[in-house]
């Protein structure tokens, strides 16, 4: 599983409500910082199944795909296509559609032609999704 660090620094893990088995996930932070403290609250959580990197999480992490699941916590228009190209055949994927600040959160199934669109979970506010395949730094 893939997910961004800022879920394991709010406290809110992304395997809660069964999106997938805990046994593996990688977390990537834009924030060192935010990174830092994500650590701080697994290791005080005694979670140590969670890998944290600080990089560019909307060109996700390559070298441990394919990944079963996706949760991306940062707005974008689209799904950055390096995230669909990781994801496996059959894996789920659930990002915020929008421009930040109002976005729909919706899942996804990839399939072999791509990505289908399942449904809107609901509506929320994240920050924009930075890096090579999203908003600019």
């Not at 809110?12 to 701080?40: C, K, L, N």
């Not at 999480?57 to 079963?68: E, I, L, M, Q, T």
């Amino acid at each position: 599983m893939q997910a961004a660090g800022h879920d394991a620094a709010a406290g809110r893990p992304p395997w809660v409500g069964g999106f997938v088995d805990p046994a593996d996930v990688v977390s990537i932070e834009w924030w060192p910082d935010i990174a830092q403290q994500a650590r701080r609250n697994l290791d005080r959580q005694n979670v140590s199944h969670v890998e944290l990197r600080v990089g560019d999480g909307s060109a996700g992490v390559p070298d441990r795909a394919p990944y079963d699941a996706i949760l991306v916590s940062a707005a974008f228009p689209d799904v950055p296509a390096p995230l669909v190209e990781q994801l496996r055949i059959g894996g789920r994927l659930v990002q915020p559609l929008g421009t930040g600040g109002r976005e729909e959160v919706v899942s996804f199934r990839r399939t072999a032609s791509g990505l289908e669109r399942r449904r809107v979970l609901t509506l929320a506010r994240f920050v924009r999704l930075h890096g090579r395949y999203g908003y600019p730094p």
